[in-house]
């Protein structure tokens, strides 16, 4: 089920106060409609009725569901999440869970689980690319899909790279993924993880150091 609330917005242009309906909760399964917005960045903007600035609006606790491919993320923008408190519900949670702190990370979740890849091995991808490109310490990847506009059937991986220099895009060559997706699996990295994980560059450092 999808859950919207209304809350009380300030525009950060003319600080006029509006009442907007936001989304707690979007459940992709049984209401698809909200994925195409979600993807398009729709479903998180908002429109000031006053002086028509938009800005971006997300629940800090959002939660978006895919019943159909089993995965569930839980937004905790503002670090408030309490995993413990939702024990009793371990056993009815899909089989893959994360915790995300902010929406580009939600929104990267859902297209790489959408894209049937791992995202642990994203992550670790990540890193692996970056180290590549040094220089630049304040650059964040997020990854966009498969296929480049040349080739939109074709399975190399595209990325967004943000960093100060601006926004660019970059493909990674579907058996880098491959081959990293191998060997951390001989590796023994990729055993099931618990409720709740969170799978970022953190996770993926971690990973590598031990
Ligand atoms: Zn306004």
């Known amino acids: 089920m999808s859950i919207s609330e209304e809350q009380s917005i300030t525009c950060p242009g003319c600080s006029a106060t509006s009442r907007v309906r936001i989304h707690r909760s979007v459940n992709v399964t049984t209401e698809p409609s909200l994925k195409e917005q979600l993807v398009t960045g729709r479903l998180f903007t908002f429109a000031c009725p006053s002086c028509g600035r938009t800005s971006r609006v997300v629940h800090p606790e959002l939660v978006y569901h895919d019943m159909r491919r089993g995965f569930l993320l839980q937004m905790d923008a503002l670090g408030k999440f309490d995993a413990a408190s939702l024990q009793s519900l371990e056993s009815s949670l899909p089989a893959v869970t994360r915790v995300v702190h902010d929406s580009n990370a939600l929104l990267e979740k859902v297209k790489i689980f959408d894209a049937e890849l791992d995202d642990r091995v994203i992550e670790v991808l990540k890193l692996v690319v970056a180290s590549q490109k040094a220089g630049d310490t304040a ?30 895009g970059l493909a990674v060559p579907r058996a880098a993924y491959d081959d990293l997706r191998t060997k951390l699996e001989a590796a023994g990295k990729l055993i099931p993880l618990s409720a709740w994980a969170v799978v970022d560059a953190d996770y993926a450092r971690l990973m590598l150091e031990t």
């Not at 990325?159 to 220099?165: D, G, P, R």
Request: avoid cysteine; charge should be positive.
């Open 139 to 168: 650059m964040r990847y997020l990854f966009e899909g498969t296929g480049t506009p040349s080739n939109p059937e074709g399975r190399d991986l595209r990325f967004t790279l943000l960093s100060s220099k601006g926004v660019t």
